[in-house]
């Protein structure tokens, strides 16, 4: 059974950075879409970053651009979201998210909170 758990989450001041993990197991990881999303309290959750672990391909939620990173280790079949210059907007519950793309139809953000596996998530709090 697929398997998502996250770490790294934590509190921080604004202009600080945190790194998010996520250790997938469960399934062969290759030929994923897999991302973060955040939800914060009263907010709609929102797709943050996604990558294509079949051929590295990237999409961001225009709010972390060039802010945030996606990135991968396949041979530690596990996923990071660098994430630099926080601001207390960037508060939020963070998920890590898969779901099997053969050809990575659906590696973008408006689909990450739809993901087929997610984890529990991990906090960020970004105080200013």
């Known amino acids: 059974q697929a398997q998502l758990v996250e770490s790294g989450g934590g509190s921080v001041q604004a202009g600080k950075s945190l790194r998010l993990s996520c250790a997938a197991s469960?399934?062969?990881?290759?030929?994923?879409?897999m991302g973060w999303f955040r939800q914060a309290p009263g907010k709609e959750r929102e797709g943050v970053a996604v990558?294509?672990?079949?051929?590295?391909?990237?999409d961001y939620a225009d709010s972390v651009k060039g802010r945030f990173t996606i990135s991968q280790d396949n041979a530690k079949n596990t996923l990071y979201l660098q994430m630099n210059s926080l601001k207390p907007e960037d508060t939020a519950m963070y998920y890590c998210?898969?779901?099997?793309?053969?050809?990575?139809?659906?590696?973008?953000?408006?689909?990450?909170?739809?993901?087929?596996?997610r984890g529990q998530g991990t906090q960020v709090t970004v105080s200013s």
């Open positions: 998210a898969a779901a099997y793309s053969l050809r990575g139809a659906y590696c973008y953000t408006g689909a990450v909170i739809a993901y087929q596996y």
């Open positions: 990558i294509y672990t079949g051929g590295g391909s990237t």
């Open positions: 469960g399934y062969t990881y290759s030929r994923y879409c």
